[in-house]
């Protein structure tokens, strides 16, 4: 018994942590996901670059992704913005390698990290996203509003 007692001790703790760190990540698995048509971007394009903001979401503790969306008119103005005004100007990055993407969600009691109002829904903020080209992956380069 004793020496099996350390490795009791040790799962429970091993327990205890991942149920306080999952309790206080990003949920984003039960958001409602719209996409519009696009030319510019293919279906499996754009839910690939959903999929990356889901994942980054997850380190927004406190808070509740409650929708996210593609169109092409705000993914375009989104770019473009990001492009000569945003963290891409100067960057000579192809417009075709930068997806915006919408979405709401709600923020609880801790406000998130902080930089949060807690207890708030925040709408339309937006997300951009880049690759390297066609064959790699989206990542989430900047958001806000």
């Known amino acids: ?3 099996i007692l350390p490795y009791i001790v040790l799962a429970v703790a091993v327990i205890g942590i991942s ?5 206080e990540s990003g949920k984003s698995g039960n958001a409602q996901v719209s996409i519009g048509e ?3 971007f293919s279906k499996e394009d754009i839910n690939e670059a959903v999929a990356s903001v889901k994942r980054k979401f997850l380190s927004f503790k406190g808070c509740e992704l409650t929708e996210i969306w593609y169109t092409e ?3 375009n103005k989104i770019a473009e913005d ?3 005004y945003g963290k891409g100007s100067g960057k000579n990055i192809d417009p075709g390698n930068v997806i915006g993407l919408v979405s709401n969600f709600d923020v609880d009691s801790s406000g998130g990290d ?13 997300w951009i996203l880049i690759r390297d080209g066609k064959p790699n992956k989206w990542r989430v380069d900047d958001w806000g509003y």
């Open 1 to 3: 018994m004793k020496k």
């Open 19 to 23: 149920i306080l760190f999952l309790s």
């Open 38 to 40: 696009s030319d510019k």
């Open 73 to 75: 008119e705000e993914s």
């Open 82 to 84: 990001y492009l000569k």
């Open 114 to 126: 902080g930089s949060l109002e807690p207890n708030s829904t925040y709408t339309e903020w937006n």
